[in-house]
Protein backbone atom coordinates (compact mmCIF):
# COMPACT_ATOMS: atom_id res chain seq x y z
CA UNK A 1 0.00 0.00 0.00
CA UNK A 2 0.99 3.50 -0.18
CA UNK A 3 1.30 3.77 3.74
CA UNK A 4 1.71 1.77 6.98
CA UNK A 5 -1.99 1.64 7.41
CA UNK A 6 -3.41 0.61 11.39
CA UNK A 7 -7.06 -0.68 12.41
CA UNK A 8 -9.06 0.33 14.36
CA UNK A 9 -7.80 3.74 15.02
CA UNK A 10 -9.75 3.67 18.12
CA UNK A 11 -10.64 1.25 20.77
CA UNK A 12 -12.56 1.39 23.79
CA UNK A 13 -13.01 -1.78 25.79
CA UNK A 14 -13.90 -2.74 29.37
CA UNK A 15 -10.96 -3.79 31.98
CA UNK A 16 -10.28 -7.51 31.39
CA UNK A 17 -11.19 -7.53 27.66
CA UNK A 18 -8.64 -8.97 25.09
CA UNK A 19 -8.01 -6.64 22.28
CA UNK A 20 -6.15 -6.94 18.73
CA UNK A 21 -4.92 -4.13 17.06
CA UNK A 22 -3.51 -5.00 13.17
CA UNK A 23 -0.81 -3.42 11.25
CA UNK A 24 -0.43 -3.13 7.30
CA UNK A 25 4.03 -2.17 6.71
CA UNK A 26 4.46 -0.81 3.26
CA UNK A 27 4.96 -4.03 0.35
CA UNK A 28 8.65 -4.46 0.39
CA UNK A 29 9.41 -3.66 3.77
CA UNK A 30 11.16 -5.98 6.13
CA UNK A 31 11.41 -4.42 9.31
CA UNK A 32 8.29 -3.69 11.45
CA UNK A 33 8.59 -2.14 14.86
CA UNK A 34 5.38 -1.55 17.67
CA UNK A 35 5.75 1.22 20.28
CA UNK A 36 3.33 2.72 22.66
CA UNK A 37 2.81 6.25 23.50
CA UNK A 38 0.93 7.44 26.42
CA UNK A 39 -0.68 10.99 26.57
CA UNK A 40 2.47 13.35 26.77
CA UNK A 41 4.62 10.41 26.30
CA UNK A 42 7.76 9.44 24.02
CA UNK A 43 6.94 6.22 22.21
CA UNK A 44 8.45 2.86 24.06
CA UNK A 45 9.67 0.52 22.30
CA UNK A 46 7.47 -2.76 22.22
CA UNK A 47 8.63 -5.76 19.74
CA UNK A 48 10.67 -5.58 16.60
CA UNK A 49 10.35 -8.26 13.53
CA UNK A 50 12.85 -8.12 10.76
CA UNK A 51 11.90 -10.21 8.06
CA UNK A 52 12.25 -13.87 9.01
CA UNK A 53 14.56 -13.91 12.29
CA UNK A 54 13.17 -14.47 15.29
CA UNK A 55 11.13 -11.05 16.97
CA UNK A 56 12.64 -8.70 19.63
CA UNK A 57 10.49 -8.70 22.48
CA UNK A 58 12.54 -7.20 24.78
CA UNK A 59 9.80 -4.20 24.84
CA UNK A 60 6.84 -5.92 25.97
CA UNK A 61 5.85 -4.78 29.47
CA UNK A 62 4.11 -8.15 30.83
CA UNK A 63 2.92 -11.59 29.69
CA UNK A 64 -0.39 -9.86 28.35
CA UNK A 65 0.96 -8.55 25.41
CA UNK A 66 2.29 -10.76 22.43
CA UNK A 67 2.86 -10.00 18.32
CA UNK A 68 2.92 -12.17 15.69
CA UNK A 69 3.83 -11.37 12.23
CA UNK A 70 3.79 -13.58 9.26
CA UNK A 71 6.78 -13.30 6.71
CA UNK A 72 6.67 -9.62 5.56
CA UNK A 73 3.16 -8.99 5.64
CA UNK A 74 0.16 -8.27 8.58
CA UNK A 75 1.74 -8.00 12.30
CA UNK A 76 -0.87 -8.40 15.02
CA UNK A 77 -0.35 -6.99 18.66
CA UNK A 78 -2.50 -8.77 21.13
CA UNK A 79 -3.31 -7.66 24.90
CA UNK A 80 -5.06 -10.19 27.06
CA UNK A 81 -6.98 -8.93 29.94
CA UNK A 82 -6.88 -5.35 29.53
CA UNK A 83 -5.61 -2.85 32.22
CA UNK A 84 -6.21 0.83 32.45
CA UNK A 85 -2.47 1.32 32.50
CA UNK A 86 -2.77 -0.53 28.85
CA UNK A 87 -4.36 2.83 27.36
CA UNK A 88 -2.18 4.62 25.27
CA UNK A 89 -1.75 5.16 21.51
CA UNK A 90 0.23 1.65 20.03
CA UNK A 91 2.18 3.16 16.73
CA UNK A 92 3.06 0.57 14.12
CA UNK A 93 6.67 1.50 11.91
CA UNK A 94 8.11 -0.53 9.01
CA UNK A 95 11.44 -0.22 7.18
CA UNK A 96 13.03 -1.32 4.16
CA UNK A 97 16.02 -2.23 6.11
CA UNK A 98 16.77 -2.54 9.76
CA UNK A 99 15.50 0.99 10.97
CA UNK A 100 18.96 0.99 13.29
CA UNK A 101 20.49 1.40 9.97
CA UNK A 102 19.59 4.53 7.63
CA UNK A 103 16.78 3.03 6.65
CA UNK A 104 13.49 5.16 7.40
CA UNK A 105 10.53 4.68 9.69
CA UNK A 106 7.37 4.72 8.28
CA UNK A 107 4.29 5.05 10.82
CA UNK A 108 1.35 4.44 10.86
CA UNK A 109 -1.31 7.06 12.33
CA UNK A 110 -1.36 4.58 15.47
CA UNK A 111 -4.48 2.82 17.06
CA UNK A 112 -6.07 4.58 19.86
CA UNK A 113 -6.38 2.20 22.42
CA UNK A 114 -8.69 3.23 26.06
CA UNK A 115 -9.97 0.27 28.83
CA UNK A 116 -12.67 1.97 31.00
CA UNK B 1 21.29 4.39 30.62
CA UNK B 2 21.12 5.52 27.11
CA UNK B 3 19.06 8.71 27.05
CA UNK B 4 17.97 11.45 24.97
CA UNK B 5 16.95 14.63 26.46
CA UNK B 6 14.62 17.59 24.95
CA UNK B 7 14.46 21.16 25.50
CA UNK B 8 12.46 22.81 25.77
CA UNK B 9 9.32 20.88 26.39
CA UNK B 10 7.33 23.41 25.10
CA UNK B 11 7.49 26.29 23.05
CA UNK B 12 4.97 29.30 21.56
CA UNK B 13 6.11 31.45 18.74
CA UNK B 14 4.60 33.31 16.24
CA UNK B 15 4.27 33.21 12.47
CA UNK B 16 7.04 34.18 10.31
CA UNK B 17 9.88 33.93 13.43
CA UNK B 18 12.70 31.34 13.39
CA UNK B 19 13.25 28.70 16.52
CA UNK B 20 15.87 26.25 17.17
CA UNK B 21 15.57 22.68 19.32
CA UNK B 22 17.52 20.80 21.22
CA UNK B 23 18.37 17.71 21.75
CA UNK B 24 21.00 16.13 23.71
CA UNK B 25 22.29 12.15 23.67
CA UNK B 26 23.93 9.91 25.82
CA UNK B 27 23.63 7.18 23.62
CA UNK B 28 26.77 5.15 22.63
CA UNK B 29 28.20 4.12 20.33
CA UNK B 30 26.20 6.01 18.09
CA UNK B 31 24.53 5.46 14.66
CA UNK B 32 22.18 7.75 13.94
CA UNK B 33 20.17 10.45 14.53
CA UNK B 34 16.88 11.35 13.50
CA UNK B 35 14.15 14.53 13.78
CA UNK B 36 10.84 13.16 13.68
CA UNK B 37 7.28 15.71 13.37
CA UNK B 38 4.22 14.24 15.11
CA UNK B 39 1.07 16.36 14.42
CA UNK B 40 -1.46 15.89 17.20
CA UNK B 41 -3.12 12.42 16.01
CA UNK B 42 -0.85 11.38 13.92
CA UNK B 43 2.00 9.39 13.48
CA UNK B 44 5.51 10.64 13.63
CA UNK B 45 6.98 11.86 10.13
CA UNK B 46 10.42 11.67 9.21
CA UNK B 47 12.41 15.32 8.82
CA UNK B 48 16.33 14.56 8.80
CA UNK B 49 18.19 11.68 9.41
CA UNK B 50 22.10 12.08 10.06
CA UNK B 51 24.68 10.21 10.50
CA UNK B 52 27.82 10.48 13.00
CA UNK B 53 29.89 11.48 9.82
CA UNK B 54 27.05 14.78 9.02
CA UNK B 55 27.24 17.93 10.38
CA UNK B 56 24.14 19.46 9.10
CA UNK B 57 21.37 18.65 6.95
CA UNK B 58 18.42 20.37 5.47
CA UNK B 59 14.87 19.46 4.21
CA UNK B 60 12.95 22.92 3.36
CA UNK B 61 12.49 25.25 6.02
CA UNK B 62 14.07 22.42 8.32
CA UNK B 63 17.81 22.79 8.91
CA UNK B 64 19.18 19.53 11.65
CA UNK B 65 23.02 20.32 12.87
CA UNK B 66 24.76 17.64 14.93
CA UNK B 67 27.96 17.45 17.10
CA UNK B 68 29.21 13.83 17.95
CA UNK B 69 31.55 15.15 19.87
CA UNK B 70 29.13 17.37 22.56
CA UNK B 71 26.55 14.62 21.41
CA UNK B 72 24.26 17.73 20.97
CA UNK B 73 21.67 18.02 17.93
CA UNK B 74 19.51 21.33 17.11
CA UNK B 75 16.54 21.61 14.60
CA UNK B 76 15.97 24.99 12.99
CA UNK B 77 13.02 25.86 11.88
CA UNK B 78 13.13 29.47 9.37
CA UNK B 79 10.11 31.20 9.01
CA UNK B 80 7.94 29.25 10.88
CA UNK B 81 4.15 28.99 9.76
CA UNK B 82 0.65 27.81 11.63
CA UNK B 83 1.10 24.11 9.90
CA UNK B 84 4.47 23.82 11.92
CA UNK B 85 2.19 23.52 15.23
CA UNK B 86 3.23 19.80 16.53
CA UNK B 87 5.26 17.51 18.51
CA UNK B 88 8.81 17.62 17.44
CA UNK B 89 10.82 13.84 18.47
CA UNK B 90 14.74 13.46 18.20
CA UNK B 91 15.93 9.58 18.17
CA UNK B 92 19.34 8.54 18.49
CA UNK B 93 19.78 4.94 17.12
CA UNK B 94 22.91 3.01 18.22
CA UNK B 95 25.49 1.25 16.35
CA UNK B 96 24.12 -2.56 15.45
CA UNK B 97 20.88 -1.71 13.85
CA UNK B 98 17.96 -3.24 14.74
CA UNK B 99 15.34 -2.26 17.23
CA UNK B 100 17.90 0.41 19.33
CA UNK B 101 16.48 3.23 18.33
CA UNK B 102 15.99 5.86 21.44
CA UNK B 103 13.31 8.09 21.48
CA UNK B 104 13.16 11.54 23.33
CA UNK B 105 9.92 12.82 24.49
CA UNK B 106 9.45 15.57 22.24
CA UNK B 107 9.64 19.22 21.76
CA UNK B 108 5.56 20.68 21.52
CA UNK B 109 5.84 23.99 19.31
CA UNK B 110 2.83 26.17 18.97
CA UNK B 111 3.15 28.72 15.74
CA UNK B 112 0.10 31.43 16.74
CA UNK B 113 -0.46 34.25 14.36
Known amino acids: GAGVSQSPSNKVTEKGKDVELRCDPI?????LYWYRQRLGQGLEFLIY????????KSGLPSDRFSAERTGESVSTLTIQRTQQEDSAVYLC??????????????FGEGSRLTVL | KNQVEQSPQSLIILEGKNCTLQ??????????LRWYKQDTGRGPVSLTI?????NTKSNGRYTATLDADTKQSSLHITASQLSDSASYIC????????????FGTGTQLKVEL
Open chain 1, 49 to 56: FQGNSAPD
Open chain 1, 93 to 106: ASSHTGGGNTGELF
Open chain 1, 27 to 31: SGHTA
Open chain 2, 50 to 54: MTFSE
Open chain 2, 91 to 102: VVTLTGGGNKLT
Open chain 2, 23 to 32: CNYTVSPFSN
